[in-house]
């Protein structure tokens, strides 16, 4: 591995702690707030090096996913209504 490469992997990685420190920290304090924009960048940041997770019944994200299913469904009875 070149010095290139060594220096993009160690930025790459100095990324990554970063977003996780922020993550974390938003959830240790109420009162911190994550502005719109790093959370943009951070679901990009996963999305663009194929990060994904498993989806397990009871947890918050199947219940977002129940959530946004149940907004879909209303949506499309909506629009199939008004066709």
Partial sequence: MNNLEQ??????????????????KSRE????????ALI??????????????EIKEGTVHSELVKEV???????LKMVGDSV
């Avoid at 304090?29 to 719109?36: A, L, N, T």
């Avoid at 299913?69 to 949506?75: C, G, I, K, Q, V």
């Fill in 69 to 75: 299913t149940r907004e879909d469904a209303e949506f």
């Fill in 40 to 53: 943009s960048s951070i679901i990009k940041f996963l999305k663009d090096n194929d990060i994904s997770c």
């Fill in 7 to 24: 220096a993009l992997q160690a930025l790459h990685c100095e990324t990554a702690d970063y977003m996780a420190r922020e993550l974390q």
């Fill in 29 to 36: 304090d109420e009162d911190y707030v994550i502005q719109p």
